[in-house]
């Protein structure tokens, strides 16, 4: 059997986007791609997405027929099938894992490899805007961290951290999606509020967030040079930034990243004797 780009263990949103991202941007094409995917509504839109890719029959086969591998399946799932794949790794595997909260500790010992790359992606990468922080453990080669960033860069921005601090990026990028879409919310019901229809608020608040983004990522001036270039004295913005400092709206924001950061390394807890041996 011919050896296939790569696969990805599981077929849900995330396995999808990415798999999108590497053929728009011409990585590889849809008949390198393989999937293994037990759930028949899944497997159903990926055969419609990429009708030419590859569907193992099981997780075994993925492994045997694919030496790059996403494993791309909820964190508790990984953890429950990893002994039964690990004799299906060799030398030529290289496993990148975006299960949150398995370190890459416990996923070389589980799998039994070195050659394992750990990332921490984003809900935008399903539409080309991710941010993914990166990981290596120590097997991983060049070629194979210049590969990963290539797939990942389809798909959104990248950067490279460690194990650790992929925590905080899971605080800051892998949950923040959330903070900013309550925000877009916040900004809609105050649009409301003040008369405007719900669907011109929703516009002009969504907008307002791609808008002002933009200005941080193409500018490089820092955000609070910006604010401060849009708040006139005795002005209409002075006025609502006063009410968002008296809300501690700053410091709430913050203490959400820490917190989600904390709760990241709580969910990756110890690892266990049993997995150590």
Not at 26 to 53: M, R, W
Not at 78 to 83: F, R, S
Not at 168 to 194: H, K, N, Q, R
Request: with cysteine; glycine share 8%.
């Amino acid at each position: 059997m011919d050896k296939l780009e790569f696969g990805f263990l599981g077929g849900g949103q995330m396995a999808t986007a990415i798999a999108k991202g590497v053929v728009h941007a011409e990585v590889c094409g849809t008949k390198a791609l393989a999937f293994y995917e037990p759930n028949a509504d899944q497997v159903a839109k990926i055969k419609s997405h990429f009708p030419e890719a590859f569907l193992a029959s099981s997780a075994t086969e993925l492994f045997d027929r694919c030496h790059r591998l996403i494993l791309a399946v909820k964190p508790q799932v990984l953890e429950g099938i990893a002994m039964g794949l690990a004799p299906h790794v060799t030398p030529h595997h290289h496993l990148i894992s975006i299960a949150a909260g398995i370190s890459l500790a416990k996923l070389t010992q589980w799998f039994r490899t070195e050659r394992f790359t750990r990332v921490m992606p984003n809900t935008p990468c399903q539409c080309l805007q991710g941010a993914s922080g990166i990981a290596h453990a120590h097997g991983v080669s060049q070629q194979d961290k210049d590969w990963t960033d290539r797939v990942f860069r389809s798909v959104g921005s990248v950067v490279q951290v460690t194990d650790e601090q992929l925590h905080a990026v899971t605080g800051v990028s892998g949950s923040g999606p959330a903070y900013v879409l309550m925000m877009i919310e916040a900004l809609s019901d105050g649009g409301v509020a003040c008369g405007l229809s719900r669907d011109v608020a929703l516009q002009l608040a969504t907008q307002t967030v791609l808008g002002a983004a933009a200005m941080v990522q193409q500018t490089h001036v820092h955000p609070a040079v910006l604010r401060e270039q849009v708040t006139s004295p005795a002005g209409t913005t002075i006025e609502a930034l006063k009410v968002l400092e008296n809300g501690a709206f700053r410091s709430t924001v913050l203490q959400a990243v820490i917190a989600a950061t904390n709760r990241s390394k709580e969910l990756s807890g110890p690892i266990r004797k049993s997995e150590s041996s």
